[in-house]
């Protein structure tokens, strides 16, 4: 993929602003999709099936901007926007907000990946009691959507927590909580290796449509390139103590 390309899929809106850009990028990302695809076909006959779903991402990333033009663009902006913000904390709950603008959903949270062991801990929430904060305070299970998010580095739906047998150890507080359906989407490096998860909730059975789950996972890469930038992750306690009076651009 050429450097036009390469800007386009990690969200960089300058390019789009040159003169005669537009043509550009689309071939860019036409030639970019079918280089992907060869690749990847490649590699699954040769049984590299996880190395193959990698390139595939790539190539469903190029697609969207193809089939998507207009909301790529304000992803983009979206993005270029959370880069400015120094504060982690911030900078996930920005990015929870559109989340949910984007998944029709009132309330959801933001997990970051522990490097060393893989747990998910919270650090950004929206619509949720302490007492869902502290049940799912580490998630280190493959049992919850965004464990199975996380284990499977894919996007998981839940669209009944109640009838789906595998929810049932979080069922009771789902049930405090008041949400029956829930999607988990994988946050992601550059490379495809996870940096945490994006859940949104639902108070009624409900299962996103593929479109709006396609949306999602785009946002959802674009946003993980932006946390992974950020080399180490701060804790609450490191992030008490920030000056809020430089937290975002001016």
């Given at each position: 993929m050429d450097a036009v390309a390469a800007g386009i899929a990690s969200g960089d809106p300058v390019l789009l602003d040159a003169?005669?850009?537009?043509?550009?990028?689309?071939?860019?990302?036409?030639?970019?999709?079918?280089?992907?695809?060869?690749?990847?076909?490649?590699?699954?006959?040769?049984?590299?099936?996880?190395?193959?779903?990698?390139?595939?991402?790539y190539a469903d990333c190029a697609r969207f901007d193809?089939?998507?033009?207009?909301?790529?663009?304000?992803?983009?902006?979206?993005?270029?926007?959370?880069?400015?913000?120094?504060?982690?904390?911030?900078?996930?709950?920005?990015?929870?907000?559109?989340?949910?603008?984007?998944?029709?959903?009132?309330?959801?949270n933001?997990?970051?990946?522990?490097?060393?062991?893989?747990?998910?801990?919270?650090i950004a929430h929206h619509g949720f009691d302490q007492g869902f904060l502290d049940h799912f305070a580490?998630?280190?299970?493959?049992?919850?959507?965004?464990?199975?998010?996380?284990?499977?580095n894919m996007q998981v739906v839940i669209s009944d927590v109640i009838t789906d047998k595998r929810f049932e150890p979080h069922r009771q507080i789902a049930r405090a909580s008041r949400f029956r359906a829930v999607q988990s989407t994988p946050l992601v490096d550059k490379n495809g290796q996870l940096v945490g998860v994006v859940s949104t909730h639902y108070p009624d059975p409900y299962a996103p449509s593929a479109q709006?789950?396609?949306?999602?996972?785009?946002?959802?890469?674009?946003?993980?390139?932006?946390?992974?930038s950020r080399g180490s992750v701060e804790t609450p306690m490191d992030l008490a103590g920030a000056d809020l009076a430089e937290t975002l651009p001016a």
């Open positions: 003169p005669g850009i537009g043509r550009r990028v689309q071939v860019a990302l036409e030639n970019a999709e079918a280089a992907f695809l060869r690749s990847a076909a490649r590699l699954r006959g040769s049984g590299q099936l996880e190395r193959a779903r990698k390139i595939e991402r193809l089939d998507e033009p207009t909301l790529a663009r304000q992803l983009y902006v979206t993005v270029a926007r959370l880069r400015q913000v120094r504060r982690l904390d911030i900078l996930a709950d920005l990015a929870l907000e559109r989340m949910l603008s984007l998944a029709r959903a009132e309330r959801g933001l997990q970051l990946a522990d490097p060393a062991s893989g747990a998910l801990r919270i580490v998630v280190n299970d493959d049992l919850s959507a965004c464990g199975r998010a996380a284990a499977r709006d789950l396609r949306i999602i996972r785009r946002y959802a890469d674009l946003v993980g390139q932006v946390l992974s």
